[in-house]
Each structure stands twice: as C-alpha cells, then as structure tokens.
C-alpha cells in the first residue's frame, strides 16, 4: 500500500522506540494498528459503494437499452398484428358477403314461395334452365366449357 521495504520500516520502528519509549511502544503501536485497519475498511467501502454505483450506471444503461429494444419489439409486434387484423377482417368480410349471397336449396328469395331461381312470375330464368340442363346438354352445337375454343 505505502511501497515501504524492510529497511524503511526498522528506522521507523527504532525511531519510535527512542521518541516513545519501551514503556508506551506496544499501546501506541496497537493504536497505530486499529488506525491502519479502520483506514483500510473506509478505502474498502469506498471502493465498493464507488464500483457499487458504477454497477448501477451499467445497469440503468442496460436496463434503459432492454427497455428500448422492447418497446421496438412492441411496436413491430403491433404493427404486425394489425396487419394481420386487417387482413382477417378483410377475408371475414369476404366471407360474410358471400354466405349473405347464397341461399340454400329449396329456400325462397322473398318469402312467399317463390322459389330462388324463378322469375317474378314463377317461371324458371334462362340462366336457371340452363343449370337445370346439366354440362353434357348442347348449346348451340357446343358442349358446355367448350364455348369460345377455335
């Protein structure tokens, strides 16, 4: 601590034996001893409440770094799912437009027996007979799905 050698520490012990005396060396040098052991344990609690908040500047740093990083995370994972939102709302609706559009056989458009297909006068439309007609019935000389091919 002090880079004291041998020789250093002698002249001082012979030094304090001559100004002291034989009688008061070994209290005074027991009270030297509990001067150097209660100046060690400050030094040692200086240093660990200094490397103590040193650790806690790390750690704000840390912790402050995390919290930006999570906060990042959040909002990509925000963003994320109203995507995803989005996109499920917008196949929902999709789908409730076309479970609105279609009707189940045998159930009627107005209520009043009419069924799905028929015209106002109950009459099956052209659109109905040619359904009803099948795919292996001739249109004008061509089979359904062939339409259009040269």
Do not use: C
């Not at 100046?39 to 200094?50: A, G, L, P, T």
């Not at 959040?74 to 609105?100: E, I, K, N, P, V």
């Not at 009419?114 to 659109?127: I, S």
Request: proline share 4%.
């Amino acid at each position: 601590m002090f880079d004291i050698s041998l020789m250093e520490m002698l002249i001082v012990a012979i030094a304090a034996l001559v100004v002291i005396g034989p009688e008061r060396l070994p209290g005074v040098a027991r009270q030297a001893g509990q001067w150097v052991t209660r100046m060690r344990r400050y030094v040692d609690d200086i240093k660990s409440d200094f490397s103590q908040q040193m650790d806690l500047a790390e750690l704000k740093s840390i912790k402050s770094e995390v919290e930006d990083s999570a906060r990042s995370l959040q909002s990509g994972l925000q963003d994320t799912l109203d995507t995803a939102r989005s996109s499920f709302d917008s196949l929902s609706s999709s789908f409730d437009t076309r479970s609105t559009n279609y009707i189940p056989e045998g159930q009627t458009l107005d209520g009043q027996g009419t069924p799905a297909l028929a015209g106002p006068d109950g009459a099956l439309g052209d659109a109905a007979a040619q359904s009803s007609a099948g795919p292996d019935a001739e249109a004008d000389g061509q089979t359904y799905g062939q339409a259009g091919h040269d």
